[in-house]
């Protein structure tokens, strides 16, 4: 599976930003979609997933109500939709995926995913 990761740029604060990461190769079994981000000197960090199959979503408490994720599936395809962003979203952002559904704790865990896209730089900054 590849996954390309897409959409980042230099955003004023309270702008809006939508990533898009594809995933290709052998996609069919795949189960979890996730967006992670990594700021400088920081450990990289989980910000959203959502499931193939039914749509469940998770995120992280700083993003909840800001952020949105979602998928096409017919494109193979998972968005996030970044609004009101701030100076703090500033992060490289990375998708990731996984062969399994997985639950709120695990969606969290850098290990729950076999594969990384390659990550696009956000940088909210007037």
């Known amino acids: 599976v590849q996954l390309q990761a897409s959409g980042g740029g230099l955003v004023q604060p309270g702008g809006s930003l939508r990533l898009s990461c594809a995933a290709s190769?052998?996609?069919?079994?795949?189960?979890?979609m996730a967006w992670f981000r990594q700021a400088p000197e920081k450990e990289r960090e989980f910000v959203a997933s959502?499931?193939?199959?039914?749509?469940?979503?998770y995120y992280v408490d700083s993003v909840k109500g800001r952020f949105t994720i979602s998928r096409d599936n017919a494109k193979n395809t998972v968005y996030l939709q970044m609004n009101s962003l701030k100076p703090e979203d500033t992060a490289v952002y990375y998708c990731?995926?996984?062969?399994?559904?997985?639950?709120?704790?695990?969606?969290?865990?850098?290990?729950?995913?076999?594969?990384w896209g390659q990550g696009t730089l956000v940088t909210v900054s007037s």
């Open positions: 959502i499931r193939w199959s039914g749509g469940i979503t």
């Open positions: 190769g052998r996609t069919f079994g795949r189960r979890t």
């Open positions: 990731a995926d996984s062969q399994y559904n997985l639950i709120y704790s695990s969606s969290y865990q850098t290990t729950s995913y076999d594969y």
